[in-house]
């Protein structure tokens, strides 16, 4: 009367069962990212040519997304584009979870610190994102780095909140306060014994941050605040299409959009299952 | 009762002393990140234009180039306490005046958003949390899992695209008809040019109170009091009605006021796409033309906007909930 | 083969059952770290028989399924478990869709706590349910009857469920019981925490309704509280029966009961010989096929570790264990 069995799957015919279905989709989202990448990185820079011979062609099989105003080949204009997004969104994810992880720790230390972050917190929620976003565009003058910088500075909130709550009740097991008793430091204690528990948190909570910077980069992009207009950023294309809307052009906003959608999908579809994995507790629906 | 008063007393007092530090910082921060800007504002505004030294010197002081920051933001604080936020650069009036039309045109898009999100969002997570598993409930799901990933701007632009330029069936942006006078302008003009914006924002806004309401109904129906409730017989949408929909409303309804930041942002992008001329669409113009009068303006303006969102939340929780109530009583 | 054993076993007590459980087996699957699904037993192989006018107490420790059993009656199980086994409800198969038919009519249930309470609804709208418009001035006028009955004043009826006292908040949870013409009552741990007064108290309204003819099954963990008003009990034990002997066997030192748990839960008693119980229940990973009571069985054999001893009658009671005649 043992309990407590694992479940067999006999054949390969089954149906996957919850575990293989995540891991699977885990490995497939990983995949179409990473392809993304790599076709934007190693792209041959002559399809970014203009060619006036073949001007405002709709979708075809030579050019499935179409051409532009300059005879540029859509597909490429858009594969570049997402590549540059997922850059900017690797970017500053990794400043937001860097800040969350400074500030998490930092709240650890002391009543002090910790209402000091949960002001910051408050204080960084109270202003509408975007417009933060375009403030810090606007103060280092445009460009990739006013983006970045802009969009790592305000997405780290969430993280810190979900951060202090974990490092809270860790701090309430044992180790930790006879670690204290020891005489060891605040500094210590955290960087020995709090930090390793968060780092799978982080690791997630970077993943998670991701889809959010890329829409927000092209959102300050597409509104003339992020990437300057020589870059084939996805926010540059959709806000020239528009002067084309009319003409009827529609290939020109419809597919690089999409595209962005379904790269934003597959990485929180990866952020999602991965938290399934971590934590089994998620799964039970 | 009394202990109700108090409690009042102190969370208005609370309130007001976190709204006044808020507003200076915020201040404070946005002059300061718009100062070390590199952009020259006199350049921009020049443009292609040939001028002379002495009109480009009167055209630096005008945009008040050359005066320290700290200098500027005392100016400006002296005159914001007298209710003063300046002269706006770029449209040459009062930026009170300004943010005052502009934001009566982004209120009515985002009432119309917010009231759409809400009720729509509300119902297919109610919907999908009856539904947990099925196959409506897996619709449901996917659909805002796409929402959720699509570019709030994109969706505006592709629905521009379907409903004015293919179909026809609205006017292509801006808010009002073009060389129209301002007062002949019907209310059915400025309907027909809210609708779209205003569904293409509240369609955004679904997703999140959607996945709210259906994890909540989820957790509220497999509580202990609806496990009572089908055990004494009650079963199905009445079942539902009578304790999940009483149980979820209350939360549901503080995160909508709590989505206000979402909101604005989302409105920056709509009328951006639409030409929709409310307060997001002067916030970009102020934006790239340096108008810093303005830009603060409507900083201010937001900030508060999302302040009241989250107070009302905050007033739903501590007031109107009862168990919230009792719970403080006894402590 | 084995279940129509059974039958004959338990049916060797003339009249006929209201209900009847046999052979039933509760598991849970659950997703551990890495989404690694297990399954977890809670019941296993029980058997229980309520009989109108009596009650029925199924005694066991805090926290050892036994409020499933009454989710399992009910038919209000979570949609990760598995149910497998046969009841039977005045001698028609309780299936899924008789447990809905009849929960709320003929089938009571009597929570444990208040949290089974609606917290945003008014005492008298959840004690009265849900009702048609026509029936509802009727039920109102059987809330305040019940109402009257049990002490309760009539502005309780306009309380949301915190604002009740712990004395308030039983007599509402058992009053919702006397709202329908329920003809088997479950309990569900319905004596926490209680001073000897309102122990009687709440205690007597359950012979009461055995009393007027219904089923009571009492799952309680107190063995006193059982002791007082039950007619039967069942000692619940890692996620079976052991035994289920008549009250008349709870006398002087235990030697009419059969099975050595349950006598040494009787010995256990302050009144009795007060002899604590060495060792400590098993908990369902530590179950390894054998008897569950093998660990810290007194009279146990080399067979006892093999295979689970069969449920056996033994004059008027059941046992599970092979050592005893």
Known sequence: MSTAFPMNNKGLLRPLNLRQRTILLIILMSLLVITILTSSLYMDSELLSTNFGSKNLAPSLEHPFGTDWMGRDMLARTLAGLGLSIMVGIFASTISTLISVFLGLFSSMGKTADSIVSWLVDLFLSIPHLLLIILVSIGLGGGATGVIIGVGLTHWAGLTRVVRAEIKQIKTQDYIHISRNFGKSYVWVARKHILPHLIPKFMLGTILIFPHAILHEASVTFLGFGLSPHEPAIGIILSESMKYLSAGYWWLALFPGLSLLIVVLAVDILGENLGKLMDPKKAHE | ?331 | MKSEVMTNIIDGSGSEALLKVRDLSLSFFQYTSGLRQTELRIISNMNLEAYSGEVLAVVGSSGSGKSLLAHAILGILPSNSRLSGSMEYKGQSLTQEKKEELRGKEISLIPQSTTYLDPLMRISDQVTGSVEKKDKGLMRERQRDTFQRYNLRPDVGKMLPHELSGGMARRVLVSTALMSSAELIIADEPTPGLDERSLDETLRYFKDMAKKGCAVILITHDIEAALKISDRIAIFYAGTILEEARIEDFTNEGENLRHPYTRALWNALPQNRFQKMEGHQPMQDELNGGCVFFERCSIRTEDCSKDIPQLKRIGEGLVRCNNVS
């Open chain 2, 1 to 331: 009762m009394k202990a109700e008063s108090k409690k009042l007393a102190i969370f208005t007092t609370k309130k007001i002393l976190k709204l006044i530090c808020l507003m200076a910082v915020v201040s404070i921060a946005s002059l300061w990140l718009v100062d070390q800007s590199p952009i020259d504002p006199v350049s921009i505004y020049i443009g292609a234009m040939s001028i002379t030294p002495e009109q480009k010197a009167i055209l630096e002081e005008y945009w008040g180039v050359n005066t320290p920051a700290h200098e500027k933001y005392l100016n400006w604080l002296g005159n914001v306490l007298k209710g003063d936020l300046g002269d706006s650069l770029i449209y040459r009036m009062p930026v009170s005046d300004v943010i005052k039309e502009r934001f009566t045109a982004s209120l009515a898009l985002m009432a119309s958003a917010w009231l759409l999100s809400g009720v729509l969002g509300f119902v297919l997570g109610i919907v999908a949390g009856m539904k947990n598993g099925t196959w409506v409930d897996k619709i449901i799901k996917t659909y805002c899992y796409i929402l959720l990933a699509t570019p709030t701007f994109w969706l505006a632009l592709v629905m521009m695209l379907v409903f004015s330029v293919h179909l026809g069936w609205f006017p292509v942006g801006l808010g009002v008809p073009i060389g129209v006078a301002a007062e002949e302008v019907t209310v059915l003009d400025r309907l027909k040019h809210l609708i779209l914006p205003a569904i293409a924002l509240g369609l955004l806004g679904v997703a999140p109170i959607a996945m709210f309401t259906r994890e909540k109904l989820i957790e509220v129906m497999s509580s202990d009091y609806v496990l009572f409730a089908k055990a004494r017989g009650e079963k199905g949408f009445g079942l539902v009605l009578r304790h999940g929909v009483r149980n979820v409303a209350l939360p549901a309804i503080t995160l909508q006021f709590l989505g206000f930041s979402e909101l604005f942002g989302g409105a920056l992008l709509v009328e951006q796409v639409f030409s929709y001329p409310g307060l997001g669409r002067a916030a970009v113009e102020a934006g790239i033309r340096s108008d810093v009068p303005l830009l603060l303006g409507i900083v201010l303006i937001s900030t508060l906007f999302v302040f009241v969102g989250n107070l009302i939340a905050d007033i739903i929780y501590q007031f109107v909930d009862p168990r919230i109530r009792q719970q403080e009583m006894e402590a």
